[in-house]
């Protein structure tokens, strides 16, 4: 069974970077497609991109000016970061996978982690 | 952008009853790449259909997806306990990939 886990800071500071680390276990990260999605009670669910094991992405117009995903197959890990934070991006932040090509709903999930943005 | 409207906002039933939640699309979900997840509180969503009719494994039979185009439905024949939820749709036929806000049953 795979299973995800997220890590990294529960609050940042507005302006700077926000970065958060998914870790899979269970199951190989070189194949399916590797998402990050927030929730937060003003924007519901949000999905904010994937990356391919091969390294490819696709983000979330709304945010790709301010979202880099990358991936360690070496660590079977991935990566979001986002840049210069502001209130709005507080959210619970979730990894999750990909079925990939040709239904790619999201079938395994991470517990999510609280990032609240503040000074 | 595919924009996913829920109706209704909150469901209050009985368990035993049955649960109709709507997905309407604008504009339509390509090929019927639609999905439906159930969540509970303090947990991540939870697949339970996708391509508009298919159960997940798992996934008890008297969970059912229809639909097509514009319009998509999640039917619960008979509720059971553990069903109070929040549900939401999904589609992923194009990008961004966008959620449904949710439909939350409660306990009548």
């Known amino acids: 069974q795979v299973q995800l886990q997220e890590s990294g800071p529960g609050l940042v500071k507005p302006s700077e970077t926000l970065s958060l680390t998914c870790t899979v276990s269970?199951?190989?990260?070189?194949?399916?497609?590797w998402n990050w999605i927030r929730q937060s009670p003003g924007r519901g669910l949000e999905w904010i991109g994937y990356?391919?094991?091969?390294?490819?992405?696709n983000y979330n117009p709304s945010l790709k000016s301010r979202v880099t995903i990358s991936v360690d197959t070496s660590k079977s890990q991935f990566s979001l970061n986002l840049m210069s934070v502001n209130a709005a991006d507080t959210a619970i932040y979730y990894c999750?996978?990909?079925?990939?090509?040709?239904?790619?709903?999201?079938?395994?999930w991470g517990q999510g982690t609280l990032v609240t943005v503040s000074s | 952008e595919i924009v996913l409207t829920q109706s209704p906002g909150t469901l209050s039933l009985s368990p035993g009853d049955r649960a109709t939640l709507s997905c309407r699309a604008t504009?339509?979900?390509?090929?019927?790449?639609l999905a439906w997840y159930q969540q509970k509180p303090g947990q991540p969503p939870r697949l339970l259909i996708y391509?508009?009719?298919t159960r997940a494994t798992g996934i008890p039979d008297r969970f059912s997806g229809s639909g097509s185009g514009t319009d998509f439905t999640l039917t619960v024949s008979r509720l059971a306990p553990e069903d109070f939820a929040v549900y939401y749709c999904?589609?992923?036929?194009?990008?961004?990939?966008?959620f449904g806000q949710g439909t939350k049953v409660e306990i009548k």
């Open positions: 504009p339509a979900v390509s090929n019927n790449f």
């Open positions: 269970g199951g190989s990260i070189s194949s399916y497609s």
């Open positions: 999750a996978r990909d079925r990939g090509y040709p239904h790619p709903y999201f079938d395994f």
């Open positions: 990356i391919y094991y091969s390294g490819s992405t």
């Open positions: 999904q589609q992923y036929g194009s990008s961004p990939r966008t």
């Open positions: 391509a508009t009719s």
